[in-house]
């Protein structure tokens, strides 16, 4: 509801613990998993529609259960910048075209990701004066051995 008090989060609830709810609401909410949402319920002032965003059990959590988010707030801020570099790397080795309209929200620094028309594209590594000017060596392949073969291969057919 847009007049309600939680309209400005969205018409998103704090948490509720157990207790606080009407009897039917709880016995509904807390036996359903996490991403469950109630048919619309009929409530003196409009509607009532919920959703299990979190479901936590009283008590501990067990290892398993919390050890990948340990992890993330333990080796988030050392990882983070690094990942943040290796794909600047690779955006700055990268061939990228974003058309007009589209935002290129990771945008590498010095690095220009606007489209070109590709006829007008000329190559920026290599001109045919240079390919024509490298010295090549002419590799004599066929006076290497081949590792395994013998002039005086014996026949098994005999």
Partial sequence: NSDAQTAAQGGELPPF???QLR????????????????DPMKVPNGFLILKVDEKHSAG???????????????????????????????RMDAFLEIREGWEDTGAAPGKSTKWQDPAQLKPETVTKEEVASRTRRK???????????KAEAKSSSR
């Fill in 17 to 19: 613990p157990r207790g």
């Fill in 23 to 38: 009897k039917e609401l709880e016995d509904l909410l807390f036996s359903k998993e996490k991403g469950f949402v109630t």
């Fill in 139 to 149: 590799r004599l392949l066929w006076l290497v051995p081949i590792p395994g073969t």
């Fill in 60 to 90: 501990l959590a067990q290892m398993d259960e919390v050890e990948n988010e340990i992890r993330g707030k333990l080796f988030g801020p050392l990882y983070e910048p690094k990942v943040r570099e290796y794909l600047t790397k690779l």
